[in-house]
Each structure stands twice: as structure tokens, then as C-alpha cells.
């Protein structure tokens, strides 16, 4: 896997599985890496203009998450991402997240069981929810989650920080 970051998140590209990293800032992805299985768009923009011409043409995919302009003649995202793919010799969709009580259980027990390590960047009570959305998220790592009362009842949440130390979510922030 390779992943493009920023110099100061390197090491933390490299904890969650990269094998490689470019930094953004200082290199052009598309001027090192070419025949690309998958692409995973989280950024949109000129970033995923240039993620087409890396990929393998004609099983090469590309994932987008990013919120893309497209022409006023286009009403759908989703087929303008599989009609852009097409016109590159790739297969490429776009998602949005909607939740779905099994997949969700499903992904409850694959954290813990301890196959899969979410990524908390910022605890709030579950009084500011409302908060989440206005929290600045410019490259943050990780996900904003709630904390109820309830909470004392549930074990503690432990991540990794990335310095490799585990650390409590629970005195993160106050809380």
C-alpha cells in the first residue's frame, strides 16, 4: 500500500499499514507510482485528476469519497465518477456512508475482536454532538466520537498514539 501525507504524518501512514509513503508537499504521486490497482480518493480536486493516469488501465479502480464539481449537465455523482473512470479505461465509483444497523454491529465486533483499530481524533460529550460538524477537520486523523454517561458502564477506549504509546481516549480532552 502506498499513501500520500504530509512529512509530518508520515509515521503515522506507516502504523496503519502503508508500505510506502510520498509526501505530498514535496513529490507528484503521478510522477512516481504507475499501474495502480486501487485508488482511494478522500480529496477530489486536482488530486483525483491526476489519480486516473496512475492507475492500471482496464482493472484499475478508483474509490471516491471526496465531494467532486462536475458540469451543470451531469445530475448524478455516482455516474459522472463510473462515466469519468470509463473515459480513462478504469472502473471508479463514488460513496457516501449510510448507516446500516448489521454493518455496523459487524464493525463493533471486528474493533473488539481487535482486527480492526479505529482512529479517534477528538472525544466530545454527547451534549456538543452538534459540535462535530463544526470542528475544524482539516487534515485530522481520525474520526470525532461521542461520549455519553454511559460511558463509565463501557471499558475503556485505548488507541494507539503515534508515538506507539497507547493512550486513553477517556483523559483526552477533559473528559
Do not use: C
Amino acid at each position: 500500500m502506498i499513501g500520500t501525507a504530509s512529512s509530518d504524518d508520515t509515521e503515522f501512514l506507516f502504523d496503519i499499514g502503508a508500505d510506502n509513503v510520498i509526501d505530498y508537499r514535496t513529490r507528484r504521486f503521478e510522477g512516481i507510482v504507475q499501474n495502480i490497482d486501487l485508488v482511494f480518493d478522500t480529496v477530489g480536486g486536482d488530486t483525483l485528476e491526476r489519480s486516473w493516469k496512475v492507475l492500471k488501465k482496464g482493472t484499475g479502480k478508483l474509490v471516491s469519497i471526496s465531494v467532486v464539481e462536475m458540469p451543470s449537465s451531469e445530475h448524478s455523482l455516482p455516474l459522472y465518477i463510473q462515466k469519468r473512470g470509463a473515459s480513462h479505461g478504469v472502473h471508479a465509483t463514488w460513496f457516501i456512508v449510510k448507516p446500516n444497523r448489521s454493518q455496523l454491529t459487524r464493525i463493533r465486533d471486528l474493533i473488539d475482536a481487535g482486527d480492526v483499530r479505529p482512529i479517534v481524533d477528538t472525544v466530545l460529550p454527547l451534549s456538543q454532538a452538534q459540535n462535530a460538524y463544526k470542528h475544524p477537520r482539516s487534515h485530522g486523523r481520525g474520526k470525532i466520537a461521542p461520549r455519553s454517561k454511559m460511558d463509565h458502564i463501557a471499558k475503556t477506549v485505548h488507541t494507539k498514539n503515534y508515538a506507539g504509546d497507547n493512550k486513553d481516549l477517556n483523559s483526552k480532552n477533559g473528559y
